[in-house]
């Protein structure tokens, strides 16, 4: 009898461990976007009033990120530029989106907004370069108010429902 309560009980806490977790996923997209729309703002600023160059630029926000993916996501991006060998630079940012920053959470959707950046027209002048940033940043604060605007209810509907789970199979094995 005592084998089954220890089973049940276990069977119930890492239900509710399933909905805790879920509800963080939930909320830590929305921050992590939102940091990445951060840098992106960094960046535009760097090209239009630092007028630096995009390796140079993509260095200053690695060293002033706290976020250890945006951090090496950005240093990695200054070091392949800085190669001497011949980058295409969409590739390369896409490369590093799926290596450096799809792995925090971020939905198929997200990632794909964001390898839209590495479409930057180098080729351009810098306002048009300017431009392109913030359309995309503009893109990803509605994807960020559409994500706030349910997180909480997705959260209560993840703890609840692997509670009633949890309760369900406890049941059914009782």
Sequence with gaps: MIIRIVG?????LTAVTAGICLSYIAKTRIKRLCAMVSSLYILSGDIRYGMTSLPAACMNIARGSHNDYLRNFYQRLSIDLNKDEFIVFSELWKRLIYTYVKEIYLTESDCE?????????????????????ENICCRLND?????????????????????????IIVILLL
């Design 8 to 12: 049940a009980v276990i069977i119930l």
């Design 113 to 133: 907004v964001l390898c839209e950046i590495g479409e930057l027209p180098l080729h351009l002048d810098k306002d048009m370069q300017i431009k392109h940033i």
């Design 143 to 167: 994807i960020i108010a559409e994500a706030k605007s349910g997180v909480n209810n997705k959260c209560r509907i993840y703890q609840c429902t692997s509670i009633a789970a949890g309760i």
